[in-house]
């Protein structure tokens, strides 16, 4: 590992102070940033929901509950508890929770991801959105994951990927590296919150490289869904049922 690697996993390890640094901004941001795009990406996670009733969902690195608000909308889901270990986003999320008159739906709290404060077997779904990177171990929090879910539970994670088509990869790379560090740090007033964004994308596992670390937590036949040109990448993996 070299000193800028043995850095930025150090940096992950911490990176919640970031987020807090960034949350009165983070909303407005995530969405100009994104054009919108980052709506259309959660939506799939809710359509990819266990399809039984009364699911109970456990949704980490949940930030502002961008993503719980959006798996409220399905009927089959009864209950969601979000958990990150951002104070301040998860503060904005619970106002969000509040004014869209979900309190007894949705439950937000502080939980670090790769040490749940959660008993095994309790959940039917888990779900994370552009967070697990951010993770100082991602294996570690898959297997998390796994343990929480129910046989027959499944895990979704939502995560930024590198496109294959070389113009697609040239003008995504441009702007990961060069448009978007400038006007997230500049509107945030954060020094390099959005520098360091950049950083933890790409180098990180994407496609079959993730699936093996999906396939090493515990998830036997996991798939990966590529979405937007492959900017994105959703992953789903299933708990074995009991035999």
Known sequence: MTKQDAKLSERKKESFRIFDDIAPTYDSLNRTLSFGIDVYWRHQIKNN????????????ATGTADVPLVLAKAKQVERIQGLDLSEKMVEIGKVKVEKAGL??????????????PVESESYDATTVSFGIRNFPSTLK????????????GRAMVMEFSLPTNFLVKFIYLFYFRHVLPFVGNLF???????SYLNKTVEDYPYGEDFLN??????????KAHPLTFGIATLYIGDKEENP
């Open 141 to 152: 929090g898959l297997q998390e994951m796994h343990r929480i879910l129910k046989p027959g």
């Open 213 to 222: 670390i999906m396939r090493e937590a515990g998830f036997k036949t996991p």
């Open 103 to 116: 309190n007894h739906r949705i439950q937000l709290g502080i939980g670090d991801g790769c040490n749940l």
């Open 49 to 60: 929901l266990p399809q039984k009733p009364n699911i109970h969902v456990l949704d980490l």
């Open 188 to 194: 945030s007033g954060h020094g390099d919150a959005y």
